[in-house]
């Protein structure tokens, strides 16, 4: 049984950071593609940052220089360092890897 758990989200300022975690149990943990996505109220979820097996690391255009997308092998678990937040990156962050999602966690830019 696979199951991921996103934390980390909430409330914070523009110009200010956050860290999502996303712990995964289960035996896949980087053996494929880790990703996150995030879906803004009314719009389709889209790829933030993903990270291949071997550490090979994409980002969306929008959040390139300012996210980073990192794991842990030893917890078991996957970060996305968020800088520099801006209002438009208000949504609800999933992790995902084989198609398998967390439950999402919020994160609101507002002053």
């Known amino acids: 049984q696979v199951h991921l758990a996103e934390s980390g989200g909430g409330l914070v300022q523009p110009g200010g950071s956050l860290r999502l975690s996303c712990t995964m149990s289960?035996?896949?943990?980087?053996?494929?593609?880790m990703g996150w996505y995030r879906q803004a109220p009314g719009k389709q979820r889209e790829l933030v940052a993903a990270?291949?097996?071997?550490?090979?690391?994409n980002y969306a255009d929008s959040v390139k220089g300012r996210f980073t997308i990192s794991r842990d092998n030893a917890k078991n678990t996957m970060y996305l360092q968020m800088n520099n937040l801006k209002p438009e990156d208000t949504a609800i962050y999933y992790c995902?890897?084989?198609?398998?999602w967390g439950q999402g966690t919020q994160v609101t830019v507002s002053s």
């Open positions: 995902e890897t084989a198609n398998y």
């Open positions: 289960g035996s896949i943990f980087s053996k494929y593609v």
């Open positions: 990270m291949t097996s071997d550490g090979s690391r």
